[in-house]
């Protein structure tokens, strides 16, 4: 059936409030042929929603009519999508069985998946077929028709937790920190979703780039886990796949899913309805850029169609609104001097009498008893027939200035002000404006998501620049930059602090997460090759630091640096993390952070050509300590073994410590760079000592350490710096 046939022009009509059809004056304009197509899905999705109707596999979640129809509109648009949606619905449905899904629930999750990029109708082909990466207008252009898809499923009477499912999955392309929310508040069904379509997605081909093998996918989701994907599904989907295996996506359908007969190809009539559908799409994305919120209202005085835009206009849902009868007390009409308007003055009601369009800009109760100004456009929705069938009412706030919003010039002008002139990332002033945001919706909130901020510095810049000019300097700092943003995943925003430093900024990530992403740049940027310069290899050191209650901008990015000049000056090339905002150093030179006390610093010297190797073997045996890490001018090791619940005993041997010692001098010769000591200077060394398990308070960890160093001093022999140099 096609939206414009005869046929479907009967299947519209429906009686006036008397009961007799309406006819008006004028004539059909393409607004209601397509909003018409809209309307035919309302009452398709009601009339299904009787048992006798209903498809049993369907009941109760999306009419099956409606069904078909959404999906022969999305096959229609890009069959590549619809492969996708039925690859991810597979992989969706089946990792939720492993984890106890069923029954309406599963089915539920099946419908979500198959639907959940149905937005992509209305997306234009230069950006749903761009290949590369899409830029932030068309991103956001992307999310725009995301929400729209999720309209039209509302207004199709589709089950509330299928909408819900399909609302959170797009959680993850919000860019803005203030828009963000806990795992706890999305759906579990979503959080799966996510996970299953980005496997998905990253296993097969896209236009801007190759297929990754399953190994590369997962390391890529666990990278990710607790930011953009849900750790525990991550972990479900690594245990599903070595139970069963990895699973066959090179099909679509299951042949005994009992909604495989959707998927049937669709005829010549169910082609053009789907053709219609496609324009229906691109229609409300125009008036979605153009207005504030539309409504549906049909011969009955019944709201049919009620969008997000008019949800947030007159703070009422779609779910308290579709289906109510429309009474002119609903909005309250007043005109421009707040003076109530008569029935017949009404927008529905002097349509009804005209026939006409309707203009006017009026006063209307925003749902919490204040009046809005708001223009607003109504207009017949009539068919061939000039038979009434609805009519549309478009709203637009008079108080809101877009046009400068929208401006391609003040768009341009602000990307220049926010935007690094060099690297084209974020700049020094916009990570201040960023970082504040974050920190308001932290310091607000009683519970609140911790976000954490990582400070890098390119190690021995200056020598880039020395040897091999400015123009090579600059683009180091550009692939730099480009480095930082490719490997970021989960809406980090990264910015020049100024020279050769950049901050990364994460959004609901605590220092652990940080760290580790903080290592996965540092890997990454020692692997960097540079093509006109095959020879240049750089490295860089980074600072670490979670927000904590009561930070500024500048206590925040104040911790971050104080780590990265711990990371500088014990040997580059390494990351370090700092939780406090002051460290408290007691006369002997170590130091602990204020909010971890299970951790000690200290840093002193000790004479050359000592045979440290040989003394820290005595320390090691006699310590029975067990190796972690040996590099160049690095070593970690485990003192003490703890219990089988990680509680600390009685004795040291079962009071568990890491130990590192670093002597930065070697590790800058190992890499090359020269050494800035004499021959008779001492050795700068620096030892961490940090707690494993669970100490029984902070005074046994701090005599368990101060009694471990100081054994270790006896081994090598600490001396006086200056008296040395004399």
């Known amino acids: 059936m096609t939206l414009t046939s005869d046929s479907a022009v009967l299947d519209l009509m429906a009686p006036a409030g008397n009961g007799e059809v309406v006819h008006v004056a ?39 009519r409606v069904f078909r129809s959404l999906l022969n509109g999305l096959q229609f648009r890009d069959p590549a999508t619809m492969r996708h949606s039925q690859r991810v619905a597979r992989l969706a449905t089946g990792l939720a069985k492993y984890l106890g899904w069923e029954d309406r629930n599963l089915r539920a999750l099946e419908i979500a998946a198959l639907l959940h990029d149905l937005g992509k109708i209305g997306v234009p082909d230069s950006v749903l077929f761009k290949p590369a990466r899409l830029n932030s207008d068309e991103l956001r252009l992307m999310t725009q028709h995301y929400m729209l898809g999720i309209d039209v499923l509302e207004t199709c009477r589709v089950d509330p937790l299928i909408v819900r499912i399909i609302t959170d999955s797009h959680h ?11 795992f706890s508040e999305i759906h579990q069904g979503a959080r799966i979703l996510v996970v299953a379509d980005a496997y998905e997605s990253l296993s097969h081909d896209q236009v801007f780039r190759r297929a990754k093998a399953h190994d590369e996918i997962l390391k890529l989701l666990n990278e990710n886990a607790g930011t953009q994907f849900d750790g525990n599904i991550v972990s479900a989907l690594q245990r599903w796949i070595h139970t069963y295996g990895p699973p066959a996506l090179d099909g679509t359908m299951a042949d005994d899913d009992p909604l495989m007969h959707y998927f049937m190809a669709p005829n010549e009539a169910e082609l053009a309805e789907a053709a219609n559908l496609s324009h229906l799409f691109s229609y409300l994305h125009t008036l979605d850029s153009l207005y504030d919120g539309m409504s549906i209202i049909d011969a ?30 609903f909005f309250g009409y007043a005109d421009d001097r707040g003076v109530p308007l008569a029935a017949s003055q009404c927008p529905m009601e002097a349509i009804c009498a005209t026939g006409a369009s309707y203009a006017a800009t009026l006063n209307m109760n925003n749902g919490e008893g204040e009046p809005v100004s708001i223009e607003l456009q109504a207009f ?4 061939k027939h000039q038979r009434l069938q609805a009519i549309a009412e478009i709203y637009r706030r008079t108080e809101r200035d877009d046009e400068a919003e929208t401006s391609p010039e003040l768009h ?7 935007r690094d002139a060099l690297t084209r990332v974020a700049n020094r002033g916009e990570l201040d404006s960023q970082i504040e945001l974050l920190l308001k919706k932290f310091n607000a909130e009683a519970v609140s998501e911790p976000f954490s901020v990582i400070f890098v510095d390119a190690d021995h810049f200056k020598s880039i620049n020395d040897k091999h000019g400015h123009t090579v300097g600059d683009q180091v700092l550009v692939d730099l930059a480009r480095l930082l943003q490719h490997e970021s995943y989960s809406g980090e925003i990264i910015g020049r602090y100024g020279g050769e430093e950049f901050i990364v900024v994460c959004p609901a990530t605590d220092i652990e997460l940080a760290i580790r992403k903080s290592e996965r740049f540092r890997m990454s940027i020692q692997a960097m090759r540079f093509a006109d310069h095959p020879a240049l290899r750089i490295t860089a050191s980074f600072g670490v630091t979670q927000v904590v209650r009561g930070d500024t901008v500048a206590t925040l990015v104040g911790r971050a640096d104080k780590a990265l000049y711990e990371a500088k000056q014990t040997g580059r090339n390494r990351t370090c993390q700092l939780m ?33 190797v040989q003394k820290l073997s005595g320390f090691i045996e006699d310590h029975q300590a067990k190796l972690l890490t040996v590099e ?27 130990v590192e ?26 030892v961490t000592v940090q707690a494993k398990g669970n100490p029984r308070s902070e005074a046994t960890f701090q005599t368990r350490a101060k009694r471990l160093l100081a054994d270790l001093k006896s081994y090598l022999v600490p001396c006086d710096r200056s008296t040395h140099l004399k």
């Open 300 to 329: 009955n005085r019944r709201i049919l169609v009620w969008d997000r835009g008019a949800a947030r206009t007159f703070k009422r849902s779609a779910a308290e609104v579709l289906g109510v009868t429309w009474k002119p007390q």
């Open 632 to 658: 160049p001018g690095r070593v970690k090791m485990q003192c003490g073994g703890g219990t089988i619940f990680g509680l600390w005993g009685w004795t040291d041997g079962m009071r568990p410590v890491t």
């Open 172 to 182: 993850r392309y919000s860019r803005d920190p203030r828009g963000g929310s806990t």
């Open 26 to 64: 004028s004539y059909p304009l393409d607004s209601s042929r397509v909003l018409l197509g809209l309307v035919n899905l309302v009452r398709r999705a009601e009339r299904d929603n009787t048992p006798d109707r209903a498809d049993a596999q369907l009941h109760g979640l999306i009419s099956h």
């Open 580 to 612: 406090s905002a002051h460290g408290r150093k007691s006369s002997n030179g170590t130091s602990q952070d204020d909010d971890d006390p299970f951790k000690f610093v200290q840093r002193f010297y000790i004479g050359i050509g000592q045979g440290i």
């Open 412 to 418: 341009a002008l602000k990307m220049l002000a926010s």
């Open 380 to 383: 017949p929705l009539i068919d």
């Open 661 to 686: 010692i670093v002597l930065p001098e070697l590790i800058n010769e190992h890499n090359g760079h020269a050494s800035r000591r004499s021959p008779n200077s001492p050795e700068s060394i620096c």
